[in-house]
C-alpha cells in the first residue's frame, strides 16, 4: 500500500525566505507525481504535475523534483510572499492510473 | 469558462439521515472523481467514474455510492450516516480517465453530521 509523508507538517518563515517542503513516498511504481495548494477550507489548486520519466518541473517561482529511485520530491518556493501561506499537498498517482494517494500537507505561514 | 462545481457547500445532518452531494465537471470533462478530507487529513480517495462507468473505488463502506450522468455531473450519496462521515467531500474532473494529467478540484462540500 502506498504511503505518502510531507516533512515538515507545518513551517512558519519570513516573507522573502526560499524554502524546500519534503514529500516522500513508499512505492516508487509511480505514474506521476502532483503538488497542490489548499487554502482553509476550500478544494485543491494544482500547481505542479511531475510525470514519472521527469525530473523537475518549473512555474514561475515553483520548482518541483522528482527522484523516483529514492521515493522523494522536493518543491521549492523561491522568495516567498505572504500570499503562498496555505496548506501544500503532495500526491502520487500509482500504476492503476486510478487515484491519487495523499500526504497529509505541509501547513506554510509567510509573515510579511 | 467556469471551473468545477459543487453543491451544497455546506451542510448540517444528523446521525443515520442520507445526503446527495452533487458535482459538476468542468466542460468537456468526462471523468469525475471524488475525494475525503477529514480536517487535518490529506484527501482519501472515494470513487471515479469515466464515460457513465465505475473506474475505481477507494476503501469506504457500501453507506457510500456514486452515479455519472449522460451529462458528465455526477452524485455522491452517503446513507447512515456516521459522527466520522464528518469531512470535507471534494469533486475533481479531468478530460481523460484516472490520473495521469492534472486533476482540477472544486471547493468542495462540507458535511457535518452531528
Known amino acids: 500500500k502506498q504511503e505518502v509523508t510531507q516533512i515538515p507538517a507545518a513551517l512558519s518563515v519570513p516573507e522573502g525566505e526560499n524554502l524546500v517542503l519534503n514529500c516522500s513516498f513508499t512505492d516508487s511504481a509511480i505514474y506521476n507525481l502532483q503538488w497542490f495548494r489548499q487554502d482553509p477550507g476550500k478544494g485543491l489548486t494544482s500547481l505542479l504535475l511531475?510525470?514519472?520519466?521527469?525530473r523537475e518541473q518549473t512555474s514561475g517561482r515553483l520548482n518541483a523534483s522528482l527522484d523516483k529511485s529514492s521515493g522523494r520530491s522536493t518543491l521549492y518556493i523561491a522568495a516567498s510572499q505572504p500570499g503562498d501561506s496555505a496548506t501544500y499537498l503532495c500526491a502520487v498517482v500509482g500504476s492503476g492510473y486510478s487515484t491519487l494517494t495523499f500526504g497529509k500537507g505541509t501547513m506554510l505561514l509567510v509573515s510579511p | 469558462d467556469a471551473g468545477v462545481t459543487q453543491s451544497p457547500t455546506h451542510l448540517i445532518k444528523t446521525r443515520g439521515q442520507h445526503v446527495t452531494l452533487r458535482c459538476s465537471p468542468i466542460?468537456?470533462?468526462?471523468?469525475v472523481s471524488w475525494y475525503q478530507q477529514v480536517l487535518g487529513q490529506g484527501p482519501q480517495f472515494i470513487f471515479q467514474y469515466y464515460e457513465k462507468e465505475e473506474r475505481g473505488r477507494g476503501n469506504f463502506p457500501d453507506r457510500f455510492s456514486a452515479r455519472q450522468f449522460p451529462n458528465y455531473s455526477s452524485e455522491l450519496n452517503v446513507n447512515a450516516l456516521l459522527l466520522g462521515d464528518s469531512a470535507l467531500y471534494l469533486c475533481a474532473s479531468s478530460q481523460i480517465s484516472g490520473s495521469r494529467e492534472k486533476l482540477f478540484f472544486g471547493s468542495g462540500t462540507q458535511l457535518s453530521v452531528l
Open positions: 511531475i510525470q514519472s520519466s521527469q
Open positions: 466542460s468537456g470533462h468526462k471523468s
